[in-house]
């Protein structure tokens, strides 16, 4: 019951982050299409992305890598499950890294701008924050996959327990 409760948690919370980058994925044709001013009101002056980060996002997008994590723990002896769950997990926190390393810092220096005071390496900010994006939602996408082939790979007897 232990192993259900926590692949169920797992793909909830992995479904919920990929859903998130997803949005940004879709998103970007467009926002890269933006004038600089508009990108920076939409992405800074506006707080379209507030929900994303503290409490709501970071608690989802937290959750779905240290429940993989656990889950991962507890199929350790399950022979079909235990690589694709690796696969998921390893996936999440990839795309947790990348954010660290590539988001945050873009995410802190924009965290002044104004659609009227954007710094001359603007583009440079700004495509660095989608494209890791991009690659983020490909991680978070490929690691709900993975997390969802852990459970279809199993045979029926060994679902159980």
């Known amino acids: 019951m232990l192993l259900r409760t926590g692949r169920f948690v797992t793909l909830m919370?992995?479904?919920?982050?990929?859903?998130?980058?997803?949005?940004?994925?879709m998103e970007m044709p467009a926002r890269l299409r933006?004038?600089?001013?508009?990108?920076?009101?939409?992405?800074?002056?506006?707080?379209?992305?507030?929900?994303?980060?503290p409490p709501v996002g970071a608690s989802i997008e937290g959750g779905a890598l240290?429940?993989?994590?656990?889950?991962?723990?507890?199929?350790?002896?399950?022979?079909?499950?235990?690589?694709?769950?690796?696969?998921?997990a390893c996936c999440l926190a990839v795309a947790q890294l990348a954010w660290w390393l590539f988001v945050f810092p873009a995410n802190s220096r924009m965290a002044?701008?104004?659609?009227e005071s954007l710094p001359e390496d603007f583009t440079e900010?700004?495509?660095?924050?989608?494209?890791?994006?991009?690659?983020?939602?490909?991680l978070q996408i490929v690691g709900l996959?993975?997390?969802?082939?852990?459970?279809?790979?199993?045979?029926?007897?060994?679902?159980e327990g």
């Open 13 to 25: 919370l992995s479904a919920l982050s990929a859903g998130m980058a997803f949005c940004h994925l």
């Open 145 to 159: 996959g993975s997390l969802v082939l852990s459970i279809l790979a199993e045979p029926s007897g060994e679902y």
């Open 112 to 115: 002044d701008w104004t659609p």
């Open 125 to 138: 900010v700004r495509d660095r924050w989608e494209y890791t994006h991009a690659a983020r939602a490909v």
């Open 66 to 88: 240290i429940s993989a994590l656990a889950l991962s723990f507890f199929a350790r002896k399950r022979r079909f499950a235990l690589a694709p769950t690796l696969v998921g």
């Open 34 to 53: 933006y004038a600089p001013a508009l990108w920076s009101r939409i992405t800074n002056a506006e707080g379209t992305y507030r929900l994303f980060g």
